[in-house]
């Protein structure tokens, strides 16, 4: 069932009953439908991000600390909640824990993109041409997007208009303040990854729960997507943090 929150302004999958105790953030291109088995007997919100599902996209190219402060009028009302989150949703949740960690109860990610091992590769010689050409405007935008859309994943092939300006922000974002602020902090937070995660590598998300000081659990035979063992053990560490975090009768 899909509810509303912060005024109408956020769309939510609604599970159980009112207040909240959890809120889940999902992946690029996904919508808050991907975590109705974690969710399954709780109560909790699973938000649609602006651009996914049923919510509309921003009117400007946003980071995720926009993201972020949407969630964070989203949740406030019955906050502090334990955040579990994806890909994409888990750079917004640790933008949230960062800057407003009143808010945050508890943090469970998965598969989420916040640390590079590796510098990115410079673009050939060709494209670099090209660009320049494009800025003096001696090549055309149409041709530009043509060979943007050769080089992208298909994320990127896939987005288009200010969404496309949303995944290019992000993808060059950075998360070291935020891992450091999540180790000086005492929000439980657990990494959770699978063992064949090539979007956000399982290396790269190992170094990452060193940096915010939280335990890494690797599943083996799963990849990025929330789904078979990797959907039951992010579950099984949502519900440890739930019990970890509750409060006292």
Known sequence: M??????GRVLA??????????????GWGRDGTDFATVLSGLDAVSIHLPGFGPAPAPEEVWGSEDYAELVAEAVAAFAPVVIVAHSFGGRVAVRLAARRPELVRGLVLTGVPLVRLAPPTRPPLSFRLARWANARRLLSDRRMDALRDQRGSADYRAAHGVMRGIMVRAVNEHYDDELAALAGQ????????GGDDTAAPTDAGRVAAERAGAPFRTVEGCAHLLTGDLELAVREELLAVLAETEEPA
Not at 2 to 7: D, E, R, V
């Open 2 to 7: 899909i509810t509303s929150l912060a005024g």
């Open 186 to 193: 005492t929000i439980p937070t657990r990494f959770v990854w």
């Open 13 to 26: 999958e609604k599970h159980g009953a009112t207040p909240p105790r959890v809120v889940a953030l999902h």
